[in-house]
T-cell receptor
């Protein structure tokens, strides 16, 4: 079945620690990949996206993600997290010409000052 | 540019009633998609409208319907409400259909009693 998997449900880090959140998808064909973030009490915001080209994409607030086609993965990274990064992070995919997004279950990140 | 706006922000209804939610996309965006977010099921795609036509539909019962107007504004209707329809309903817009970046509104939180 087509799906998007985020294996980390809740991650707790201290400030300045490095972050890597996993995302794997199971769609064949052409895919576009996204990471969205939902800060407490706020709406979903786009962090970064991959459509084509350089598999290492940079987003807002120092986040980056690497698309590894052979592993069907699109992991999110940040070298040094801040307390303000506390939020829920969603990986999403659209595929095969359709505009509907398929979301992972989300990863809640808690950064301890 | 103003973002995606949704009204109302909060709604309380009782079982059996119907509800209409409204979404105004970012200016110039012609595609509007609707998603349901619940703690148990996560973010699930409901449907997409582009040029006043439904382009894509998720796996939801026929009680969930929508429409789009010539100014790209969209409404979503849920008839015969059930307790399980309690959720955050998110609207997202993109400038066209077909694997585009979607920008989300703040959502309408619906509570069914």
């Amino acid at each position: 079945a087509q799906s998007v998997s985020q294996h980390n449900h809740h991650v707790i880090l201290s400030e300045a620690a490095s972050l890597e959140l996993g995302c794997n998808y199971s769609y064949g064909g052409t895919v576009n990949l996204f990471w969205y973030v939902q800060y407490p009490g706020q709406h979903l915001q786009l962090l970064l996206k991959y459509f084509s080209g350089d598999p290492l994409v940079k987003g807002i607030k120092g986040f980056e993600a690497e698309f590894i086609k052979s592993k069907f993965s699109f992991n999110l990274r940040k070298p040094s997290v801040q307390w303000s990064d506390t939020a829920e992070y969603f990986c999403a995919v659209n595929a095969n010409g359709a505009n509907n997004l398929f979301f992972g279950t989300g990863t809640r990140l808690t950064v301890i000052p | 540019k103003a973002g995606v706006t949704q009204t109302p922000r909060y709604l309380i209804k009782t079982r059996g009633q119907q509800v209409t939610l409204s979404c105004s996309p970012i200016s110039g965006h012609r595609s509007v998609s609707w998603y349901q977010q619940t703690p148990g099921q996560g973010l699930q795609f409901l449907f997409e409208y582009f040029s006043e036509t439904q382009r894509n539909k998720g796996n939801f019962p026929g009680r969930f319907s929508g429409r789009q107007f010539s100014n790209s504004r969209s409404e979503m209707n849920v008839s015969t409400l059930e307790l399980g329809d309690s959720a955050l309903y998110l609207c997202a817009s993109s400038w066209r259909t077909g694997m585009e970046t979607q920008y989300f509104g703040p959502g309408t939180r619906l509570l069914v009693l």
